[in-house]
């Protein structure tokens, strides 16, 4: 199975992996650095490396597990033309075209380690009123050292 990513372009914010039968983009700026990814499948992500997603891996189904788990909107998938994936199993919530039921309310979590999860619809605004982003999975920075605030950016975990 042949396999290309994109993770050189230094201009392309959300990055590309792919093979025959999967596309995964990952969005840096989203990415809590929490690793649901590389906790399910340790030989398909893997931060210290590069590129740091082996799609050859595991099985496009497995990936697409493990991109469903994903707590932001970092990760997402889709399936190129001609593949051999059930396009049934790929529609969760990983899926680029995949849209939750609107709720009526938003679950907001707090994780002891720092991290605020939200979950439901939402939308988030900077100080001065202006849109930033609407998502179902958004994590928001509750120790205060994120670069990326108000989103968690996983500076919460990092050793000084
Ligand atoms: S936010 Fe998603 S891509 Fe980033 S580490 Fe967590 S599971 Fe992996
Ligand atoms: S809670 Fe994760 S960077 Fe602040």
Redesign the pocket.
């Known amino acids: 199975m042949e396999s290309k990513n994109t993770e050189n372009n230094k201009d392309n914010k959300i990055r590309e992996y792919r093979t025959d039968d999967l596309i995964v983009y990952w969005d840096a700026k989203s990415c809590?650095h929490i690793g649901n990814c590389w906790n399910i499948l340790p030989q398909v992500f893997k931060p210290d490396e590069k590129p740091w997603i082996t799609m050859e891996a595991a099985t496009a189904e497995d990936i697409i597990k493990a991109v469903d788990k994903c707590p932001t909107d970092a990760l997402k998938y889709e399936l190129p033309e001609g593949s051999k994936v059930d396009p049934e199993m790929a529609k969760g919530p990983g899926w680029v075209d995949y849209k939750k039921d609107e709720v009526t309310s938003i679950k907001i979590k707090m994780?002891r380690?720092?991290?605020?999860k939200v979950e439901g619809a939402a939308q988030v605004f900077d100080a001065e009123g202006n849109f930033l982003k609407q998502s179902n999975h958004i994590?928001?920075?509750?120790?205060?050292?994120?670069g990326n605030?108000p989103f968690?950016?996983?500076?919460?975990?990092r050793k000084e």
Not at 113 to 116: E, H, R
Not at 139 to 146: A, F
């Open positions: 809590s994780a380690s720092g991290p605020y994590i928001l920075c509750g120790c205060g050292k994120s605030r968690c950016d996983g500076s919460h975990a």
